[in-house]
């Protein structure tokens, strides 16, 4: 797997700020992993991304969304370290992206580049609610 820290360089400063703002969320509730819901939820508060652009095209519940991953995250253990770690699943998420955005010659990895990426390996997301995002096409993207 590539270097964690390369491919955190390689995100666009939206998803950038989504990630961080992600790990904040995730150290206030005590979470040992940033996991791909985490962020997903910070990316759909930042609002104004690819993700809120195909959420008006298909006319996405986001509230029903938002609901899902707050309460799915309100679910999770809670740890007493210190600070989160990028978990497996975010990390092969990121890969995955920078594959999409390689693909499309891309020098940075956009919120449509995650999506393609968890519409491609749907098992990276675990929270059920977020099905309207991963049954999407790659052609609707």
């Given at each position: ?82 600070r ?19 693909l499309?010659g ?36």
């Amino acid at each position: 797997m590539e270097n964690p820290a390369i491919l955190l360089r390689r995100l666009t400063p939206y998803c950038a700020r989504a990630m961080e703002g992600a790990a904040s969320l995730c150290q206030t509730r005590a979470h040992a992993e940033i996991l791909p819901e985490h962020w997903l939820l910070k990316l759909l508060e930042q609002g104004e991304g690819d993700l809120t652009v195909l959420a008006r095209r298909y006319e996405w519940d986001m509230d029903a969304l938002w609901q899902a991953l707050l309460g799915w995250l309100d679910n999770q253990p809670r740890s007493v370290r210190s600070r989160p770690q990028l978990s497996d699943a975010i990390q092969t998420l990121m890969q995955e992206a920078w594959m999409q955005a390689s693909l499309a010659g891309e020098e940075r990895i956009r919120s449509v580049h995650l999506l393609m990426a968890l519409v491609d390996k749907p098992k990276l997301a675990r929270c059920d609610g977020l099905w309207p995002l991963l049954t999407l096409g790659q052609s609707q993207l």
